[in-house]
């Protein structure tokens, strides 16, 4: 389980796009230091001093996520841009999914939201409209099919590895460290996935 961890630690670490888990309660239990960065934080430990209500300027919009996700069958919010409060108090844009990572006594019991910033994008859909070019938006829309091709593959070559080790002719010789290779695998490319979801909205 050590090793599992690492490795879960390492995916969670290296992730591009900021990862916070936080209770329904409002505690924070983890972040990334992408998700320090993106709220204007200058470390992960100083996030972990805050409470997830402190990210939002109206309490009922996090109070309303969380009656959602207590429904049945309401374990994943779809992603959205959603604007919330920095550390400097000034707005900031991110496309966020947000779910349910377990369960306790059948209620939501960790939540885990993923974030990309938009807040320059917003910026500079504002500067747009106010006759500044397009040139930059061309650029950012070549990196986002580029980066769209590369998660796309990532994903092919994850779901390639899972499927062989899952082969009928394998099962009966995988272990338990193969397996946990396999869930490893699959929760990669679920994160992957969901950073994909983020850039098609993105482009639209």
Not at 133 to 143: F, I, N, P, Q, V
Request: charged residues 30%; proline residues 2%; positive net charge.
């Amino acid at each position: 389980m050590g090793l599992w961890r690492e490795r879960y630690r390492a995916l969670f670490d290296r992730n591009v796009a900021g990862i916070i888990l936080t209770t329904p309660e409002g505690r924070i239990v983890d972040c990334n230091e992408v998700c320090a960065r993106i709220f204007g934080f200058d470390s992960r430990k100083d996030v972990l001093a805050h409470s997830a209500w402190d990210f939002y300027f109206n309490r009922a919009e996090r109070e309303e996520l969380i009656e959602r996700l207590r429904r049945p069958g309401e374990g994943t919010y779809s992603t959205e841009e959603v604007r919330l409060r920095g550390r400097n108090g000034m707005p900031v844009w991110v496309l966020a999914t947000r779910s349910v990572v377990s369960y306790a006594k059948g209620r939501p019991d960790l939540l885990q939201g993923t974030v990309i910033d938009i807040t320059s994008r917003k910026t500079s859909q504002t500067s747009f409209w106010l006759g500044k070019t397009a040139e930059s938006s061309a650029s950012t829309l070549e990196g986002e099919v580029a980066r769209m091709a590369d998660l796309s593959r990532r994903i092919r070559d994850i779901l390639r590895r899972v499927s062989k080790s899952l082969q009928p002719d394998n099962l009966s010789r995988i272990d338990r460290t193969e397996m946990q290779e396999c869930f490893l695998a699959l929760e990669q490319a679920k994160v992957l996935m969901s950073e994909l979801e983020i850039l098609s909205l993105l482009r639209e």
